[in-house]
Every structure is written in structure tokens, then in C-alpha cells.
């Protein structure tokens, strides 16, 4: 996640949502369920995951990349070593937004997959 926080990000991500949210499949009660595992969601982030299927959206929302899985407790260390290495370089660098990307998740818990990808931009 970025330090500073940039609104017009945030802006960018619910603007995307709003306009994708008729094609967003239904939260099942299971998956309602694990979001609601924690018990740590806020009256507002229930509010959000009921109307838009996800508690950390518009004022919630920070961007973030994910980049695993869960990892075992066993390879933590290693796999930040890696990541460290690999990210370090690039964090003093600008983020450049240039394509949105639309991803299918078939079935709940099966992988995501890149179903289209949209250059960002002007038009020449």
C-alpha cells in the first residue's frame, strides 16, 4: 500500500465500481459469512458489503497490491526476503495506472483470471 494516501485513486476505484457494480455476481450467505469471520467490521463496512459485496470500498477503500496467497508461518521470512528484494527498487518509483483489468472468478475459492484488459489514456 502506498504511505500517503491519494484521493484521486480512491476517486478512480469507486468511479470503476460503481459502473461495474450490475455485473457483479451476488455474495452468497458462505461468503458473507467469512467476511464476517473477523467480527471486526464496522457498522459502515457491513453497509458497504451489503450494497456493493466488499467492506473496504469509498471511504474505506486503500490500494493495495496483493502479492500471495496465504503464506505458512514457516515461509514468511523467506517470502518477504523475496518480495523485498524484487519491490525495494521499484518503491521511490512513480505508479503508473495505464489499463484496467477485468477478472473472473469462476467458482468461490477457485482462481482468479484475466477475462479482458482496457488501455487507459487519451486517445489519439
Known amino acids: 500500500m502506498p504511505v500517503e494516501s491519494r484521493p484521486e ?30 467480527g471486526l467490521l464496522s457498522a459502515l463496512e457491513e453497509k458497504h458489503l451489503a450494497d456493493w459485496g466488499y467492506p473496504f470500498v469509498l471511504d ?12 505458512a508461518p514457516a515461509m514468511r521470512s523467506e517470502i518477504l526476503k523475496q518480495l523485498e528484494d524484487r519491490f ?18 469462476e467458482t468461490p475459492d477457485s482462481a482468479f483470471h484475466v ?3 482496457f488501455a487507459l489514456g487519451a486517445r489519439s
Request: glycine residues 4%.
Open 60 to 71: 474505506r477503500f486503500r490500494f493495495h497490491m496483493t502479492l500471495t496467497g496465504r503464506v
Open 115 to 117: 477475462q479482458s484488459v
Open 88 to 105: 525495494t527498487p521499484l518503491l521511490d518509483r512513480p505508479l503508473t495506472i495505464d489499463a484496467l483489468a477485468i477478472f473472473v472468478e
Open 9 to 38: 485513486l480512491g476517486d478512480f476505484a469507486a468511479e470503476v465500481m460503481r459502473a461495474f457494480e450490475p455485473y457483479r455476481a451476488p455474495l452468497t450467505q458462505p461468503e458473507i459469512d467469512r467476511r464476517r469471520a473477523t
